[in-house]
C-alpha cells in the first residue's frame, strides 16, 4: 500500500470490530507490533494498539481505507463533452478516486431518437474516457447482464460496501429520476451529483424526488426562487448541486451535424468523431 494510495484515499475511523469484517475478508492480521497493515481485495486496515500488543483484549484504533466512487449512468449516444466536462468537476469537488461510466443498455427514460447499438456506446465511452486514469468504462448494464435495482439495472460495481458512492447525472435527466425503477434503492446507496443550470430552482430539484423522499409542498415552496444550487440534505436522498459545468451539447445537435456533413470536434473527443465516421452512426 504506497503513500500514493494513502493519499488518494479518504480514511475513516473505525473500531476494533473492523478487525473481524477484514479476516472474513481473508486476511486476519494479528502480530504482537504496535502497527500492521491488514489487506484483503477492496479493503484495508490499519492498527494502533495502546498496549504495544494486538491481543484480543487489547485497546487500539483502526483506522479503515475506503474511496470515493462516481458512478456515471446514461445512455450516452454519444458520450460527449458535457459528459467528460461533469465527470472532471465532480472528481475535483469530491475527491473521487473512480468514476465508473455506466452505458444504459435500456435507459429509463424515453428516448426522442432511436439509440444506436449498445457496443458501439460503449466503444465511444471507451475512447473518449481512456485519457483519465480514474475513468472506467463498464459493461454493468451491457445486455445479457441481470437487472437489480437503479437506473435500469445493477446500481454499482463490485465495489467495498464501505466505499462512499456518488451517482453522476445532468439536471435533465434527473428530472426524471422517479420514473425509474426503483429509484428510492439508488438514493439509499448513493449520494447523487447533479449538473445544474441557469432555469432549474432548489424546488424544482426536492419535486423531482421520488415521493417516498420528496418534502411536502410547504416545505418546498419557499425555494422556489433560488437557484439550483448548493446541496440537498433531507431523509433518504442527498443531492449535492454542481454549478458551471452545463455545456450546450445534444445527441439532436451532433446528429445535425452528422447529417449536415460537419465537423464534431466541438462536440465530442477526436476519437469519438471518428469512431462516428467509421461506423456511419447517426447518418
Keep these: 500500500m504506497g503513500w500514493r494510495e494513502l493519499r488518494e484515499c479518504r480514511w475513516g475511523l473505525a473500531t476494533r470490530q473492523a478487525t473481524k469484517e477484514l479476516g472474513r475478508r481473508g486476511n486476519?492480521?494479528?502480530?504482537?507490533?504496535?502497527?500492521?497493515?491488514?489487506?484483503?481485495?477492496?479493503?484495508?486496515?490499519?492498527?494502533?494498539?495502546?498496549?504495544?500488543?494486538?491481543?484480543?483484549?487489547?485497546?487500539?484504533?483502526?483506522?479503515?481505507?475506503?474511496?470515493n466512487i462516481g458512478l456515471f449512468g446514461g445512455s450516452f449516444d454519444p458520450i460527449h463533452h458535457g459528459h467528460v466536462a461533469l465527470a472532471r468537476a465532480a472528481k475535483e469537488r469530491f475527491e473521487l478516486g473512480r468514476i465508473y461510466f455506466v452505458p444504459a443498455n435500456v435507459p429509463p427514460h424515453k428516448q426522442r431518437q432511436p439509440l444506436a447499438a449498445y457496443f458501439h456506446r460503449y466503444a465511444m465511452v471507451v475512447l473518449a474516457t481512456?485519457?483519465?486514469?480514474?475513468?472506467?468504462?463498464?459493461?454493468?448494464?451491457?445486455?445479457?447482464?441481470?437487472?437489480?435495482?437503479?437506473?435500469?439495472?445493477?446500481?454499482?460495481?463490485?465495489?467495498?460496501?464501505?466505499?462512499?458512492?456518488?451517482?453522476?447525472?445532468?439536471?435533465?435527466?434527473?428530472?426524471?429520476?422517479?420514473?425509474?425503477r426503483e429509484p428510492e434503492a439508488l438514493f439509499r446507496e448513493c449520494e447523487f451529483i447533479v449538473a445544474s443550470r441557469p432555469g432549474y430552482s432548489l424546488a424544482d430539484v426536492a419535486n423531482a424526488l421520488p415521493e417516498a423522499l420528496?418534502?411536502?409542498?410547504?416545505?418546498?415552496?419557499?425555494?422556489?426562487?433560488?437557484?439550483?444550487?448548493g446541496d440537498l440534505v433531507l431523509r433518504g436522498a442527498t443531492v449535492h448541486l454542481l454549478e458551471n459545468v452545463h455545456q450546450p451539447v445534444s445527441a439532436t445537435a451532433i446528429r445535425d451535424a452528422v447529417a449536415a456533413k460537419k465537423r464534431l470536434r466541438k462536440f465530442v473527443d477526436a476519437a469519438v468523431e471518428e469512431y462516428i465516421k467509421k461506423a456511419g452512426l447517426y447518418s
Excluded at 492480521?29 to 484483503?40: D, H, T, W
Excluded at 484495508?44 to 484480543?56: D, E, F, Y
Excluded at 420528496?214 to 444550487?229: D, G, H, I, L, T
Aim: include cysteine.
Design 130 to 180: 481512456m485519457g483519465e486514469k480514474a475513468f472506467v468504462p463498464s459493461l454493468l448494464e451491457a445486455p445479457g447482464v441481470v437487472a437489480g435495482s437503479g437506473a435500469g439495472g445493477k446500481s454499482r460495481p463490485a465495489e467495498s460496501k464501505i466505499d462512499r458512492l456518488f451517482f453522476l447525472i445532468g439536471i435533465d435527466a434527473f428530472a426524471e429520476v422517479a420514473q425509474w
Design 28 to 67: 486476519p492480521g494479528g502480530g504482537v507490533s504496535n502497527r500492521f497493515f491488514g489487506r484483503a481485495p477492496g479493503f484495508g486496515i490499519c492498527a494502533r494498539s495502546s498496549s504495544g500488543t494486538l491481543a484480543p483484549t487489547s485497546s487500539f484504533e483502526v483506522w479503515i481505507k475506503y474511496m
Design 214 to 229: 420528496r418534502p411536502a409542498p410547504a416545505v418546498s415552496q419557499p425555494f422556489a426562487k433560488q437557484p439550483a444550487k
